[in-house]
């Protein structure tokens, strides 16, 4: 199946979706530190695009999560890890832990 034009992760609505979910929390769902000024999906987009065959509803707040990554240009590096998070997660499953870890995932 072909994927649609436009990536769900550029626009106006995700910038809002991103902001919402760092104003609720800033601390990294993956590894516990506080800081996070971006979102991670928590299923990733095209995991998302090859279960429902679209994007409506990837960016929804209960598909994203804090972590520490880039936003645009501007480098987010957890201030005590030194990880972008959410870049070493890439598209990875989570594994589902009762509480976030400072450790390789």
Same mark, same amino acid.
């Given at each position: 199946? @072909? ?7 550029? !626009? =106006? %609505? ?5 902001? +919402? $979910? ?5 601390? $990294?769902? #993956?590894?516990?530190? !506080?800081?996070a000024?971006? =979102?991670?999906? +928590? ?6 695009? =090859? ?7 990837? *960016? %929804?707040?209960? *598909? +994203? =999560?804090? %972590? ?6 501007v480098?987010n590096?957890? @201030?005590?890890? &030194? /990880? +972008? ?8 499953? #989570?594994? &589902?832990?009762?509480?976030? /870890?400072?450790?390789?995932?």
């Open positions: 199946m @072909p994927q649609p034009k436009g990536d769900p992760r550029n !626009g =106006a %609505a995700y910038r809002k979706a991103v902001a +919402l $979910c760092v104003s609720n929390s800033d601390i $990294c769902h #993956l590894c516990g530190h !506080g800081g000024k971006t =979102a991670d999906h +928590l299923i990733s987009v095209k995991k998302w695009f =090859a279960m429902f065959g679209n994007y409506e509803g990837v *960016n %929804a707040q209960t *598909n +994203l =999560a804090p %972590a520490h990554g880039t936003m645009g240009m480098e590096r957890c @201030p005590v890890c &030194h /990880r +972008l998070c959410n870049q070493s997660r890439g598209a990875r499953a #989570l594994h &589902h832990e009762p509480q976030p /870890r400072s450790r390789d995932w």
